[in-house]
């Protein structure tokens, strides 16, 4: 795979285009700083290779929340801008006064600039982890995307009382862009389950915070995001299955989003090339205000959900480093390479009945609870 060169796409001068900052020069100085790190250090990508895993236990697959990956680091470091050429280079063009050419791009643009125009803010302190994976669904990864569709867990629905169309946030106006459903990955005979939310039926993400035991408290504060094995398991059955649904993908570096603790890790893996790679921690809350999000983590949430347009795969420098997962899942390889499937995987999620608000008593009813309420009493007197 040869290294992906400087971008030729011709670029058009800003001129009347919605977008043009004016005056915001600080924001695009905040812009060009992130994208500075990006193609510095901040955040690493590591690439990991696996020592043990039971992705092909012979007696039936595992669930996610069952997944024991144990993988060591690899003895090189690279830069997560070095995957997202196409989304960096567009961003520093955005940034000399240049829009791209390419109608799909410049939606993609109005997207980031139109949530960095809004000042969305958000409180995520949620003692629930169903509310909180609902707002950041409904007031990060989704507003993000280009298509602001995902699916939630519908066992979450269950979780936060929430009604089906209404978002955790404090906003009581607030609706949901996507909604509940089934978010189950996988094949049973090898790592399946569902995940917390799907972007466009491609993009997983886990909210892997533990529910508190203990009211008022969280137990997220010990969460160590870093080789998480459900996350890794993911991660490995999300690109293989996007890999069989959509072969003219440019590559199959597919990412998965990691939670917890106001944290996001990102996860990515080739299962052309098996190479795993794992970001460093990113911090979801801005330093300046607890309620906005920091200006990396939208950057990388609107590469990440947009990973079919803006990333570029791996760099021939990449290629070499092997995860050595289809050592490890050779036995059940073809499964995951043939069999996997999106939806009905695994045990039915017994669905939530809902209740009508109005119910009908007939004459016959309100004389037999007349007549049970009057029990009591009545017996009283024959005896």
């Given amino acids: 795979m040869a290294e992906h060169g400087p971008s030729t796409t011709k670029s058009r001068k800003l001129t009347d285009s919605p977008l043009l900052f004016k005056g915001d020069f600080l924001l695009k100085d905040e812009i060009s700083a ?20 039971n992705a092909a236990t012979p007696n039936g697959g595992a669930p996610f929340r069952k997944a024991f990956c144990d993988v060591e680091q690899l003895e090189k470091g690279f830069v997560l801008g070095d995957i997202f050429r196409r989304g960096v280079t567009i961003l520093i063009d955005f940034l000399y006064g240049k829009i791209p050419e390419a109608k ?16 969305e ?20 990864f989704g507003k993000l995307a280009i298509s602001s569709w995902y699916t939630i867990d519908e066992r979450n629905k269950l979780k936060s009382g929430q009604k089906e169309n209404k978002c955790s946030c404090s906003d009581k106006e607030c609706v949901l862009t996507g909604g509940y459903g089934d978010t189950s990955i996988g094949n049973p005979h090898v790592w ?10 491609e993009i997983a993400i886990q909210n892997l915070e533990e529910e508190s035991e203990i009211p008022s408290t969280k137990s997220s504060k010990h969460v160590n995001l870093r080789n998480d094995s459900q996350l890794v398991a993911g991660t490995i ?18 990412p998965s989003i990691g939670i917890a603790d106001d944290t996001m890790v990102i996860v990515f893996y080739d299962s052309e090339h098996d190479v795993l790679l794992e970001s460093s921690p990113i ?16 950057i990388i ?53 809902v209740l009508p608000s109005e119910w009908h008593f007939s004459e016959f009813l309100e004389e037999s609870r007349k007549r049970l309420g009057d029990w009591p009493r009545t017996l009283k007197h024959e005896n």
């Fill in 192 to 201: 399946h389950g569902s995940v917390d939310i799907i972007i466009r039926n």
């Fill in 237 to 254: 059955v999300s690109s293989f299955l996007q890999k069989r649904l959509h072969p003219d993908l440019s590559n199959f570096l597919i």
């Fill in 34 to 53: 992130v994208l500075f790190s990006l193609c510095s250090c901040k955040p690493v990508l590591l690439p990991y290779k696996f020592v043990s895993c």
């Fill in 104 to 119: 799909h791009e410049r939606i993609l643009l109005e997207v980031l600039v139109r949530f960095l125009k809004s000042g």
């Fill in 283 to 298: 911090s979801l809350k801005s330093i300046s205000c607890e309620y906005k999000f920091s200006l990396q983590a939208v």
């Fill in 121 to 140: 803010m958000v409180d995520l302190d949620f003692e629930n982890k169903a509310d909180m994976t609902a707002v950041l669904a409904n007031h990060l």
């Fill in 301 to 353: 949430t609107w590469l990440v959900v947009n990973y079919r347009f803006l990333c570029t795969g791996l760099t021939d420098n990449m290629i070499p480093y092997k995860a050595e997962f289809f050592q490890q899942a050779k036995d059940k390889l073809t499964i995951y390479e043939n069999e996997l499937k999106m939806q009905n995987v695994g045990p039915t999620i017994v669905k939530e009945r």
